[in-house]
Nanobody
Framework: QVQLVESGGRLVQAGGSLRLSCAAS????????MGWFRQAPGKEREFVAA????????NYEASVKGRFTISRDNAKNTVYLQMNSLKPEDTATYYC???????????????WGQGTQVTVSS
């Protein structure tokens, strides 16, 4: 397993941009697919985006496609989530996660960070 630490969450106005980072410890980072999930108060944790171990393949939840971009730098053991055109409904705690096989359900992911709060004001 890898240990994950997210950063970059803050308060931002609607229409603004934000980049989240997730730093991983461990020499096996490049062997994992990485993803971002989010959880709003009173709601279930939901899939946002994922990137394959190589970085060549990405997946996005429909509501963020075209606005969010996931990427990774295996040399830095870091995965990013660039979020543009933010909306109030994007407000949530964002979690970084690692897995061997990309699935859109949280249960299939083996390692999780502690989360970073993103708040989008209208």
């Amino acid at each position: 397993q890898v240990q994950l630490v997210e950063s970059g969450g803050r308060l931002v106005q609607a229409g603004g941009s934000l980049r989240l980072s997730c730093a991983a410890s461990g020499r096996t980072f490049s062997s994992y697919a990485m993803g971002w999930f989010r959880q709003a108060p009173g709601k279930e944790r939901e899939f946002v985006a994922a990137v394959s171990w190589s970085g060549f393949s990405t997946n996005y939840e429909a509501s963020v496609k075209g606005r969010f971009t996931i990427s990774r730098d295996n040399a830095k053991n870091t995965v990013y989530l660039q979020m543009n055109s933010l909306k109030p409904e994007d407000t949530a705690t964002y979690y970084c996660a690692a897995t061997s096989v990309i699935v859109t359900t949280p249960r299939g992911w083996s390692s999780w960070g502690q989360g970073t709060q993103v708040t989008v004001s209208s």
